[in-house]
């Protein structure tokens, strides 16, 4: 582990306090040296800014730059079972496992702009450090338009798009002026309807 931690020196004192909680060999050590490195791999998260919310969300953005995110992903499902399980306990093996996990994703993390990758590698970091999910977004978008263009390129240049073009547009009509102002002529001839009847009422009641 301190091969790990070399190049990741800026954070030694809170390393510090994590090798120190492992060193007093008992649950309690163990579970609050995975609480302690959770709280490192955030303060990384946020010195390198990558965007998010929450943790979850910055991981998410990170993704591209860890060596093995099932590890930290596993690493952390430990951690959130001694905050959300009372009683939850860990081995010193099974504790040593979880932070070599956060470790190794730490140091993947701060050594990013030290990483060779590639460009596609560095304008999607790029794009997810500064418009978040705008890549998934706008693909969702084109998709959307290059259909829209499909659609209309259908209903006005070809014989069948034109057929039901004007299918759609005699029943919007039948709609309109035969349904829609049938119903209101009935709607007429019933308030007048109703109208008399109350006013033959009155009159029969005086």
Do not use: C
């Amino acid at each position: 582990m301190e091969e790990e931690k070399s190049s990741i020196k800026k954070y030694q004192e809170f390393w510090n306090r994590v090798d120190k909680n492992l060193s007093e060999g008992n649950y309690s050590g163990y579970k609050i040296a995975i609480v302690e490195t959770e709280k490192i791999l955030l303060m990384v998260l946020n010195d390198k800014n990558f965007p998010g919310k929450d943790t979850e969300e910055k991981i998410e953005h990170a993704k591209i730059v860890l060596q093995n995110p099932e590890k930290l992903k596993y690493s952390r499902s430990m951690y959130k079972r001694i905050i959300q399980e009372p009683g939850f306990d860990v081995s010193e093996a099974d504790t040593k496992e979880i932070l070599i996990g956060y470790y190794d994703s730490i140091a993947s993390i701060v050594k990013t702009q030290e990483k060779d990758i590639s460009k596609k590698e560095r304008l999607g970091l790029f794009l997810q450090r500064h418009f978040g999910n705008f890549p998934t977004k706008s693909k969702k978008i084109l998709l959307m338009i290059a259909l829209s263009f499909l659609i209309i390129f259908i209903l006005t240049d070809t014989s069948t798009g034109i057929a039901i073009t004007q299918s759609i547009t005699n029943f919007t009509r039948f709609l309109f002026y035969t349904v829609l102002f049938g119903a209101l002529k009935l709607l007429a001839v019933l308030v007048v309807i109703i109208g008399l009847l109350y006013y033959l009422q009155n009159r029969k009641n005086k």
